[in-house]
């Protein structure tokens, strides 16, 4: 997703300094935007009538969004021919499909909670589509810095560091690492300060502080103090190279296979500094302000729930992070102090209360960083809420909502949700704690057992949690393939094989494979 940074390290005083060139609340523009269903905006979707490999009542499922779904939520297998695992997909996602189209039709988007969801998922579209426009379309990368680039990538090396708040101590360590073996020096203060040894590590797997540092170090050189940002916090890193090995592999066969790879992380290294400006410059007039009393209630009341958690060991090391799910939100905003509706930040045209903050938290695709104390975090986490607002209020603004790409964007994401919620609301997963010991013993006893038990390494036999969770889902997934037949038949479906055909590579071949969910990081935050 865009990677527009979360703030400018430029502090707003006013009670809590909020160190935020974020940004604010929606206009009415933007209320109105969210308000309209996505039903109502069909219209504008591109025809692509050449890309439509299926039709489900009134969505349309294009090869884009095949391929998308063929390497995120992959159902095939190997064995398959490409087509037929591409047919499979396609199949999962006509289902899916049917599921939003009832779920709209079940007006289940009116219900005020699936309304901001959606709004969610057009918003986000919308600010990538912003991001595309005013940061990478003004990004341009070189041959120069092409060759330069790859030449880098075929380095790997393994480095001794120590990393410590204080400059002059860093430059303690540097000297040390010159006479004494790294294993020997031990740490000033272990709480603050950080001492390890890396795996091999390349080209995109450092920061942009260390890379032009480290690979081009040889084994022994020490480097710094370099000026890093390390578990959340600023300091100051020195490094001691122990190897450094070259992929003799180059070519140009292997430099053009590279390219693509090496050219979207020098664009975005690139786009990193202009996104920078563009929020700096957005939003310096927007005088976002925390109110003092309700954010500190809110960050007291995160912080206990955080510190009721069984994995405070691990969030000790304030890595961890914490997801702020709708469920935790609810049960966060329910023993609040307050009433939810006391305002927490101010800026220019608006405000967002304690259970406004908490729902837009819970909307976010990352976690907020672990912590006794949450304020920093949650400071973190307003400013994101806010600065996306003026965001999306700038996109909407240059009618970027009416895109074809972005209709097609947020109608993917929105239909995905809405097919869930129907889900749920018709109770078709199965949770494995409300089995009954007779269904369990129903289960054991049948010819299947032996079958799936064998199919598992024989773990069934072993795990009576694993038990339960193998025969909870596949009554969900009965319930499931019942529901699925009864909206086949309330709803036309048209698949398009021939087109399917022509717009996959190697349709005959045979999968070797078997698929890996690929993993998203999103960048809206």
Same mark, same amino acid.
């Given at each position: 997703?865009?990677?527009?940074?979360?703030?400018?390290?430029?502090?707003?005083?006013?009670?809590?300094?909020?160190?935020?060139?974020?940004?604010?609340?929606?206009?009415?523009?933007?209320?109105?935007?969210?308000?309209?269903?996505?039903?109502?905006?069909?219209?504008?979707?591109?025809?692509?009538?050449?890309?439509?490999?299926?039709?489900? @009542?009134?969505?349309?499922? *294009?090869?884009?969004?095949?391929?998308?779904?063929?390497? &995120? $939520? #992959?159902?095939?297998? !190997? %064995?398959?021919?490409?087509?037929?695992?591409?047919?499979?997909?396609?199949?999962?996602?006509?289902?899916?499909?049917?599921?939003?189209?009832?779920?709209?039709?079940?007006?289940?988007?009116?219900?005020?909670?699936?309304?901001?969801?959606?709004?969610?998922?057009?918003?986000?579209?919308?600010?990538?589509?912003?991001?595309?426009?005013?940061?990478?379309?003004?990004?341009?990368?070189?041959?120069?810095?092409?060759?330069?680039?790859?030449?880098?990538?075929?380095?790997?090396?393994?480095?001794?560091?120590?990393?410590?708040?204080?400059?002059?101590?860093?430059?303690?360590?540097?000297?040390?690492?010159?006479?004494?073996?790294?294993?020997?020096?031990?740490?000033?203060?272990?709480?603050?300060?950080?001492?390890?040894?890396?795996?091999?590590? @390349?080209?995109?797997?450092? *920061?942009?502080?260390?890379?032009?540092?480290?690979?081009? &170090? $040889? #084994?022994?050189?020490? !480097? %710094?103090?370099?000026?890093?940002?390390?578990?959340?916090?600023?300091?100051?890193?020195?490094?001691?190279?122990?190897?450094?090995?070259?992929?003799?592999?180059?070519?140009?066969?292997?430099?053009?296979?590279?390219?693509?790879?090496?050219?979207?992380?020098?664009?975005?290294?690139?786009?990193?500094?202009?996104?920078?400006?563009?929020?700096?410059?957005?939003?310096?007039?927007?005088?976002?302000?925390?109110?003092?009393?309700?954010?500190?209630?809110?960050?007291?009341?995160?912080?206990?729930?955080?510190?009721?958690?069984?994995?405070?060991?691990?969030?000790?090391?304030?890595?961890?992070?914490?997801?702020?799910?709708?469920?935790?939100?609810?049960?966060?905003?329910?023993?609040?102090?307050?009433?939810?509706?006391?305002?927490?930040?101010?800026?220019?045209?608006?405000?967002?209360?304690?259970?406004?903050?908490?729902?837009?938290?819970?909307?976010?695709?990352?976690?907020?960083?672990?912590?006794?104390?949450?304020?920093?975090?949650?400071?973190?986490?307003?400013?994101?809420?806010?600065?996306?607002?003026?965001?999306?209020?700038?996109?909407?603004?240059?009618?970027?909502?009416?895109?074809?790409?972005?209709?097609?964007?947020?109608?993917?994401?929105?239909?995905?949700?809405?097919?869930?919620?129907?889900?749920?609301?018709?109770?078709?997963?199965?949770?494995?704690?409300?089995?009954?010991?007779?269904?369990?013993?129903?289960?054991?006893?049948?010819?299947?057992?032996?079958?799936?038990?064998?199919?598992?390494?024989?773990?069934?036999?072993?795990?009576?949690?694993?038990?339960?969770?193998?025969?909870?889902?596949?009554?969900?997934?009965?319930?499931?393939?019942?529901?699925?037949?009864?909206?086949?038949?309330?709803?036309?479906?048209?698949?398009?094989?021939?087109?399917?055909?022509?717009?996959?590579?190697?349709?005959?071949?045979?999968?070797?494979?078997?698929?890996?969910?690929?993993?998203?990081?999103?960048?809206?935050?």
């Amino acid at each position: 997703m865009a990677r527009f940074p979360r703030f400018s390290p430029r502090p707003v005083q006013l009670g809590l300094a909020l160190t935020l060139v974020a940004l604010g609340a929606s206009s009415p523009a933007v209320a109105q935007h969210r308000a309209a269903r996505p039903a109502a905006v069909a219209t504008a979707r591109p025809d692509n009538g050449a890309s439509v490999v299926a039709t489900v @009542g009134d969505r349309r499922i *294009t090869l884009d969004e095949l391929r998308q779904s063929f390497a &995120l $939520d #992959p159902v095939w297998t !190997a %064995g398959m021919t490409t087509e037929q695992a591409y047919s499979a997909q396609l199949q999962h996602l006509v289902d899916r499909k049917l599921f939003a189209v009832a779920a709209y039709q079940a007006q289940l988007d009116a219900e005020p909670s699936a309304g901001r969801m959606l709004g969610f998922f057009r918003d986000k579209a919308v600010i990538k589509a912003l991001y595309h426009r005013e940061i990478l379309d003004h990004v341009t990368v070189t041959d120069t810095e092409m060759a330069e680039a790859y030449a880098r990538s075929k380095r790997k090396v393994v480095f001794n560091y120590v990393v410590t708040p204080d400059e002059a101590t860093a430059e303690g360590y540097a000297e040390r690492l010159k006479t004494e073996p790294f294993g020997q020096i031990e740490l000033t203060d272990p709480t603050v300060e950080v001492k390890a040894t890396t795996g091999p590590m @390349g080209f995109n797997d450092l *920061t942009a502080e260390l890379e032009p540092v480290v690979l081009q &170090l $040889d #084994p022994g050189q020490i !480097a %710094g103090p370099i000026a890093v940002t390390h578990q959340g916090q600023s300091g100051f890193m020195v490094v001691q190279l122990v190897s450094g090995e070259i992929d003799r592999g180059s070519s140009a066969v292997d430099f053009a296979a590279q390219q693509s790879r090496l050219r979207q992380i020098l664009t975005e290294r690139k786009a990193g500094p202009l996104a920078g400006a563009y929020v700096q410059a957005l939003m310096a007039d927007k005088h976002v302000r925390l109110v003092g009393p309700a954010f500190n209630q809110l960050a007291d009341q995160l912080s206990r729930f955080v510190g009721m958690q069984p994995i405070r060991a691990v969030a000790q090391a304030k890595t961890s992070p914490f997801r702020l799910t709708k469920a935790t939100a609810e049960a966060i905003g329910s023993s609040l102090p307050l009433k939810g509706d006391e305002v927490v930040v101010t800026f220019v045209g608006g405000q967002m209360t304690a259970r406004e903050v908490l729902e837009g938290l819970s909307q976010l695709p990352t976690g907020l960083r672990s912590s006794p104390n949450m304020a920093p975090a949650l400071k973190l986490g307003v400013g994101i809420l806010v600065r996306n607002r003026f965001l999306a209020q700038k996109g909407y603004e240059a009618h970027l909502d009416r895109t074809p790409t972005v209709v097609a964007a947020a109608e993917r994401e929105q239909d995905a949700y809405m097919a869930e919620r129907l889900s749920a609301q018709r109770g078709l997963a199965v949770a494995p704690a409300s089995l009954t010991t007779a269904e369990i013993a129903t289960f054991t006893g049948s010819p299947a057992f032996a079958e799936v038990d064998r199919a598992l390494g024989g773990v069934l036999t072993t795990d009576p949690q694993r038990l339960r969770e193998v025969i909870a889902e596949g009554r969900s997934a009965e319930q499931t393939a019942a529901f699925t037949a009864t909206l086949r038949g309330q709803h036309p479906v048209r698949l398009k094989p021939s087109v399917l055909r022509r717009g996959i590579a190697a349709p005959d071949e045979v999968l070797r494979y078997e698929p890996v969910p690929v993993v998203v990081q999103e960048l809206f935050q």
